[in-house]
């Protein structure tokens, strides 16, 4: 009879692998509707790119996040497998996972030790830099063009305030006190 603690690291398991299987549907979203994005990785298909998370809470599972480069110019979610041998590996400080969150949800790129090939760098660096979803795309897909744009418009705002009070908050965390560093409008 499976004990409680193994019942409950299966769930965690499952979880963890669904969730990273729709971030990487995600990812591939917006990365196919920027035809850039997609000519910058297709060159590098068969590569791998592997993100070590450096300072992981120990109470929390380390999730595997590596990632192959598919011909098409996508990625593909590979778990553990190719962790050894990534032909990128992006080391971020996730020593305080709150931190990181509000930075990225402010829009501020995370540092990250960068080791491996210097041209595949480039290019995520550059995907980093550049690629942004368009939700207003998105909902226009569903519900028409002039409510999508109304609700983006109204929304605009707010999502900049948002922004700027988690910028606030990660600076507050990081010890920045209230300077934030917003990043362009769109």
């Keep these: 009879m499976p004990t409680i603690p193994l019942m409950f690291d299966t769930l965690q398991q499952l979880a963890t692998t669904a969730f990273l299987q729709r971030v990487t549907l995600w990812l591939n979203h917006v990365i196919a509707g920027e035809d850039a994005a997609v000519a910058r990785l297709r060159p590098h298909a068969g590569r791998s790119i592997r993100i070590h998370l450096t300072g992981w809470p120990s109470l929390l599972p380390q999730p595997a996040l590596s990632f192959s480069i598919t011909r098409a110019g996508l990625l593909d979610w590979t778990g553990n497998e190719l962790a050894a041998e990534a ?24 540092t990250a030790d960068v080791s491996g090939d210097s041209a595949l760098a480039s290019d995520v660096s550059w995907l980093m830099d550049n690629l942004r979803w368009d939700v ?51």
Excluded: C, K
């Design 136 to 186: 207003e795309d998105d909902l226009a897909r569903f519900i028409g063009e002039a409510p999508a744009h109304e609700l983006a418009r109204f929304g605009r705002p707010v999502a900049q305030a948002m922004r700027s009070a988690l910028a606030a908050i990660a600076g507050f965390v990081t010890g920045q006190g209230g300077a934030s560093q917003e990043p362009p409008a769109r």
């Design 87 to 110: 032909d990128l590996t992006l080391a971020v400080d996730a020593s305080n996972p709150a931190r990181m969150l509000a930075q990225g949800l402010a829009g501020q790129r995370p």
